[in-house]
């Protein structure tokens, strides 16, 4: 009996250790993922930063592009163009392929496709030029899909639409570094070729370095596998949900009166409207792309904080309106033109709370593909409202060169565009703040 008895009563005791050992390990082993999350978020903003660099980046090489490829005027920008259609595609196969497969490598793989693109971009001839664009909007559906699938894994729900905005300030970082930086550059030190070689380099050190540093998903949802129809059923229950396409369509809205009318148009109206010359109306138009850097993460860090997303989504909008309405119809206000470009940017900057919202009025475990399909409106929207505009122009112009009068006029194509998704927002379900 003396030997059983304490055979018996060290066995819990040995059983407690272990209990508490596993108790105090596991939330060591939370933290340590949510760092390693962290760092694979930071590592996929490093790769949003240069997408978004190469996206821009041929509108400061249009003489070395024009005269490598034979194109005109009207060929170039269609070539530089299919990068927006692929992205808008390939937005929806990144997000069914984050849930279904997480984003160890599916990311990497996306950063990959973008290194190939701006090889084959500079291979010689159009079409592997056209090859070479297609790759890279491809591979860049991944970089913002992926950053905020990351985003949500690193951080508490909390703070989801602080580090959007975040994510979205890297990526006008890079537009605004393409314009600033790279002019300069190609004047004398790189040749466009070597731009994009070293380019590609940078991405794919950035490609290895993220599927490095982020962690292995412990679980993948059970989904049916083997046809391809299969990746995508994460869709419908993203596209069963109203909130989804009224999120989608809302960002899409505010988006376009910065993305088409002051990245496309923005110069030429200040140049032929306001009669700046080209230098002036080129700082002038980055002020919006500036205002986004600092309304995305702004207006997101305040709808953090109060646990409100519409309320800022729509002041933003009213923003928005307020510029557009004062730069085009109330000229005698005096405002100088930089602080209008620059409040209206940062009113855009509510264009990332929708992708918030929809995350959280959808479940968890489709998360990826809610980012991908709002994605896939927002830049859908862009692709048709461009030509549209471009159309609406075409028939207010009676002469060659556009006028004041023909971008005042058709500045009612921004003012529609912004009440209709300040409407949308009204009908958006303010999220249950025990999601977050």
């Known amino acids: ?76 920008s269609s070539l530089l163009g299919l990068f927006y259609y692929a992205l808008s595609a390939f937005s929806l196969l990144a997000g069914a392929a984050l849930d279904r497969f997480g984003p160890k490598y599916t990311i990497p793989v996306g950063i990959a496709t973008v290194a190939i693109g701006s090889i084959l971009f500079i291979a010689g001839g159009l079409t592997a030029a056209v090859a070479g664009r297609l790759l890279q909007g ?28 975040l994510t979205q300030m890297a990526g006008m970082l890079g537009g605004a570094a393409a314009q600033f930086a790279l002019a300069p550059l190609l004047r004398g030190v790189l040749s466009w070729r070597q731009f994009w070689i070293f380019a590609a380099l940078a991405i794919l050190v950035t490609a290895a370095l993220l599927a490095a540093a982020t962690p292995r998903r412990r679980t993948i949802a059970a989904r049916p596998r083997g046809s391809p129809k299969s ?30 009318g002051d990245m496309i148009w923005g110069v030429a109206f200040l140049h032929s409207g306001w009669d700046l010359t080209h230098t002036e109306a080129g700082i002038v138009a980055s002020t919006v792309p500036l205002g986004w850097i600092v309304g995305a993460p702004v207006l997101g860090s305040l709808a953090d904080r109060f646990g409100r997303r519409k309320p800022f989504l729509i002041a933003g909008a009213v923003l928005m309106l307020a510029m557009i309405v004062t730069i085009f119809f109330l000229p005698s206000l005096m405002v100088p033109p930089h602080i209008e470009g620059l409040l209206l940017g940062i009113g855009s900057g509510a264009a990332l709370l929708p992708y918030t919202i929809a995350k959280e009025a959808n479940p968890d475990e489709v998360r990826g593909s809610v980012t991908g399909a709002v994605n896939f409106l927002v830049w859908a929207l862009s692709a048709l409202l461009a030509p549209l505009y471009g159309w609406i122009l075409g028939q207010l112009s009676e002469r060659s060169q556009l006028t004041l009068m023909d971008f005042t006029m058709a ?15 009204l009908f958006i379900k303010e999220p249950d703040s025990n999601r977050r």
């Open 1 to 76: 009996m003396s030997f059983k008895e304490p055979a018996a009563s060290s066995q819990p005791k040995q059983g407690t250790s272990m209990a508490g050992r596993n108790n105090n390990t596991e939330p060591v082993e939370r933290d340590l993922r949510k760092s390693t999350y962290i760092a694979a978020w930071l590592l996929a903003l490093v790769f949003y930063f240069l997408s978004y660099t190469l996206r821009s980046a041929p509108s400061v090489m249009l003489p070395e592009l024009t005269a490598a490829l034979g194109l005109s005027a009207l060929g170039i």
């Open 138 to 165: 491809a591979g860049s559906a991944f970089a913002f899909v992926g950053a905020v699938y990351l985003a949500s894994q690193a951080f508490p729900a909390r703070y989801l639409a602080t580090a959007i905005g």
């Open 231 to 260: 990746l995508f059923a994460p869709y419908k229950v993203v596209l069963g949900n109203p909130q989804s396409y009224l999120c989608g369509f809302t960002a899409g809205l505010l988006f376009v009166p910065t993305i088409v």
């Open 411 to 425: 500045a009612w194509v921004w003012i529609a565009a912004i009440a209709l998704a300040i409407v949308l927002a």
